[in-house]
């Protein structure tokens, strides 16, 4: 192992501890497979799936398997954004619901960014069973740090994913804290403590996920 993925290590399985203290059900995982083998393993078999916007779920080939496995309701099919729409607000009363994070801190409190709100809203009243894969790349010292990393640097490199958005940090890569028509930020949510308790499901990874 690397000296990060030594650090990462020790880090994760302190931070598994902070995030039940939280009433979250936490797992650390060493790699992507074994995260998505801990995800899948989470999903009871008769649930319909949804997700959020999601580089890190993606990336680690949990959606490809879930597609195969589970009746699922994805918005990417949307014929239009009225359909996409449609697909979201569908979301919301999906079983489970699977995403990421913009940043978690050291004390497990989960950030997250959204511009339509479809993320946040699901994650807080919508599906009884919610599953976070986080990377240990967004692991930030404090909450502040966590806002500060979800504002300064991951909103504006999602930014970079969208054509023709025309906010400042499309064009300048960094945050002015616009009020602009096409602004990515307009919801920020602090997740600080599953209610019911296990609602939340929380997977570190050993690895640099998203962004
Ligand atoms: S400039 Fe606007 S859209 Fe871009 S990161 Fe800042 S608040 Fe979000």
Redesign the pocket.
């Given at each position: 192992m690397t000296p990060i993925q030594i650090r990462n290590q020790k880090l994760g399985r302190k931070m598994v501890s902070a995030l039940e203290s939280r009433r979250f059900q936490a797992y650390f995982c060493e790699n992507r497979e074994e995260a998505v083998q801990t995800a899948l393993s989470l999903i009871p078999a008769d649930h319909i799936v949804s997700w959020g916007g999601s580089v890190t779920l993606t990336e680690i080939g949990l959606l490809d398997q879930v597609k195969k496995q589970f009746q699922v309701i994805d918005r990417d099919l949307g014929k239009d954004k009225e359909e996409k729409t449609k697909l979201m607000r569908q979301a919301l009363l999906a079983d489970t619901y699977l995403t990421s994070a913009n940043a978690i801190s050291e004390d497990g409190q989960i950030v997250n960014?959204d511009?339509t709100g479809n993320r946040v809203a699901a994650t807080i009243f919508g599906p009884s069973n919610v599953i976070f894969v986080i990377g240990m790349n967004k692991v930030c010292k404090t909450v502040e740090d966590a806002w500060s990393r979800a504002?300064?640097f991951a909103?504006?490199t999602?930014?970079q994913r969208f054509e023709n958005?025309e906010?400042?940090?499309?064009i300048n890569g960094?945050?002015?804290?616009?009020?602009?028509d096409?602004?990515?930020?307009a919801y920020l949510l602090t997740t600080r403590f599953s209610k019911p308790a296990k609602k939340i499901k929380v997977i570190l990874v050993n690895d640099n996920l998203g962004f």
């Open positions: 960014i511009g504002r300064n909103a504006p999602n930014a958005l906010t400042p940090c499309s960094t945050c002015s804290d616009c009020k602009s096409n602004c990515i930020c």
